[in-house]
């Protein structure tokens, strides 16, 4: 066998080239007739590949690294110097390029989560390259809970694509003022894998979020009580273990999915399975929610 397995700490070598990664797969792609899979997972670079014309960024285009079908999606690395425009406008237009394809598709609309993080992976036209913790990371990312809810939340008609922003890229590019995403577009979220022993933090970034968010799944709640006034077993139980949703006054409780409370620009909150996180603005306690000023998007706006 000629190829060795390095042991980790018994010596010092070069790191990898930092390389950062763009993923995308397709919301209920495994629920598609299986007639649909192989035209599917052929339109879907196609369409990334549109946008990234549009979007100016030809080079990219053309000099993708370790790219891969995921079948439902695709993967590349790229130079990190182009993380700016693949924010911004990339994704913006990769919104747009989908919500055409899906106003006149006669088959199943086309609707992504995309993950977007930075990190060193091997690079030197070898076997295996673009392997390791990052591209590992990257796929968890676009697995997570919040994503997920978020597009699966949305208007199908309005909300064509759900991106995740690795913190590292939102510190280097966003906080640092290289992108034209404004901090204010982005809403902080606990990416968490159902089933995985993962967990960070990261950014939603909705390009054109839908005012149905709170729709999927949402049931007012029925406001009984006892026949000596005090509240039902389902009242006394906390709310956010409940089996689904519920609405009271300006609260909701979803115990999976997604609320909007307000307007979609402002405090948005997701919950989810069991997480705790306490941030500036935002608290998180049986579950994952996101809550504060933190935008989505103005209304009207694709960018």
Known sequence: MSTSVPAPYAES????????????DAKDFTG?????????SQLIPELVDQALERAGLHALRDS???????????????????????????????????GAYNR??????????????????PDADNPGDGNGTARNDTHRLLDSRPVKAILAAASEQVTHLAA????????????????????DRCVEVPATVEGKNFSQRAWLYVPSPSGNLVQAGVQPREETATQDGGATAE???????????HYSGNTQ??????????????DVTYTGGSTTYHGTNQHWGGGDNVAGDKRVGEAGDHR
């Open 164 to 183: 995740v922003i690795s913190q590292r890229v939102y510190e280097d590019v966003v906080l640092g003022a290289y992108t034209g995403l404004h901090p």
């Open 64 to 98: 993708k690294r370790f790219p891969a079908n995921t079948g439902d999606g695709v993967v590349f690395g790229f130079d990190p110097a182009l993380l700016p425009y693949v924010l911004w406008p990339f994704l913006g237009v990769l919104d747009d390029i989908l």
């Open 32 to 40: 598609l007739p299986a007639v649909q899979h192989g035209p599917v």
């Open 235 to 245: 009242q006394e139980q906390d709310p956010a273990t409940r089996p689904g949703t």
């Open 104 to 121: 006149q598709c006669v088959g199943p609309r086309i609707r992504l989560r995309a993950s977007i993080h930075v990190g060193p992976l």
């Open 13 to 24: 070598r070069p790191l990898p080239p930092y390389r950062a990664l763009f993923a995308v």
């Open 253 to 266: 409780h979803v115990s999976e999915g997604a609320a909007v409370m307000g307007s979609v620009g402002r």
